[in-house]
């Protein structure tokens, strides 16, 4: 075992799992264009808005007849307004598996009070998919940004579904193929896989959602910031760039700028390609040492954004305290910035490996893991 420093180093060093990593090609030149100082609803903001909906419609290849609208509170502020607006019309199965979907069960079960059936599943695991009925609506994650488990495909969701699916896709849009016709309710933030700027989020419509919408008024009183329809028709100006309440102009060309990168590296399979080349390699890392592995146990369900790490040698005492020591050792050395695991996950890494990440970072970086790791344990046998 041997604690000598690698000597190539990542030209980035933030693989954070949000705020994510900018483009590769960002600097703040690139927003000289961003319409500050003007109104939201002057022509020039309108204009902007909508290029952003359209931008993301034509990337992730949303049918035409699907709303979009962006939306405040970034993808939190999405998933409430589906489930405030949407829910109560019939019972709900609520699928969770990692920390953003246990938050929506607590908002279902004990804010909305709605009779639910809740499935959920150990990090790194999965729920069984076959025992779904979708005579309910279902709500969950696709990809679950803390436990770096995902779904690994649409074939589970049901055709004749008579319930609504609404799906949290904040860490999976920009990085996974998502079959929307199976989607009826999907929402992402901006500032995941596409690295831009925070507290945006953007809500997709199926006609299916839109039909619920129009037909059903919740039990409940709805606040202003999470009111989609008007005498009992959907807000369409919301879906055309009118957003809510006022965006920043300045985020909004910040995905633009984003949304013409992923044009530029080949849409959205250019972008699927970079990620999975990215989790590739700490896969292929993780196989490489017995001390470290992925948290999501079978290879069919991990993420190839959010690549969640556990340590797995023997002689670790404490496996929480480690991991922090090995987090730290990295952003000492300004090797890999933010990389501790979720506060509620497991101890262990997280690594983002979205598309706006360099592979060579990200191969850069691996050695230097092993480093920390080499380090740490030194460090731990010496104090004992």
Not at 215 to 236: C, D, H, N, Q, V
């Amino acid at each position: 075992m041997t604690t000598e420093q690698p000597v190539t180093r990542p030209a980035n060093p933030r693989f954070s799992s949000g705020p994510c990593a900018k483009p590769p090609t960002f600097d703040l030149s690139k927003l000289a264009d961003a319409a500050l100082g003007r109104s939201h609803r002057a022509a020039v903001g309108k204009d902007k808005l909508k290029a952003a909906i359209e931008g993301t419609r034509e990337v992730l290849g949303i049918p035409a007849d699907y709303k979009i609208g962006i939306v405040p509170a970034s993808d939190t502020g999405a998933v409430e307004m589906a489930l405030w607006s949407l829910l109560g019309e019939r019972k709900v199965e609520m699928l969770a598996w990692e920390s953003f979907g246990s938050g929506w069960v607590t908002d279902v079960v004990k804010q909305l009070k709605i009779d639910a059936e809740v499935k959920t599943a150990d990090y790194g695991q999965l729920v069984d998919l076959a025992s779904i009925d979708f005579t309910n609506d279902v709500v969950f994650t696709w990809n679950g940004t803390t436990s770096g488990v995902r779904v690994p495909n649409g074939d589970w969701i049901a055709d004749d579904r008579q319930g609504l699916t609404i799906c949290d896709a904040t860490s999976a849009a920009f990085a996974m193929n998502l079959p929307w016709d199976k989607l009826d309710v999907t929402t992402f933030s901006w500032q995941k896989v596409l690295g831009g700027e925070a507290a945006h989020g953007m809500l997709i419509l199926s006609p299916r959602a839109v039909e619920r919408l129009e037909s059903y008024t919740p039990a409940w009183p709805l606040p202003k910031i999470f009111r989609l329809t008007k005498g009992g028709k959907l807000i369409e100006g919301i879906f055309t760039g009118a957003t809510i309440n006022t965006p920043s102009m300045l985020a909004v060309e910040d995905y633009l700028f984003a949304l013409d990168w992923a044009r530029s590296v080949g849409g959205l399979q250019g972008l699927i390609a970079r990620a999975d080349a990215n989790a590739g390699a700490v896969h292929a890392f993780c196989a490489q040492n017995d001390w470290i592995a992925n948290l999501a146990e079978d290879a069919a369900t991990q993420s190839n954004t959010s690549v969640c790490l556990k340590f797995t040698d023997a002689r670790i005492q404490d496996g929480a305290a480690f991991a922090k020591a090995v987090a730290k050792r990295l952003e000492a050395e300004n090797i890999a910035l933010d990389i501790g695991a979720y506060r509620d996950a497991p101890a262990g890494l997280r690594i983002w490996c979205g598309g706006t990440v360099e592979t060579s970072d990200i191969q850069a970086m691996l050695p230097w893991l092993a480093w920390a790791f080499e380090a740490e344990i030194a460090a731990q046998t010496e104090a004992a």
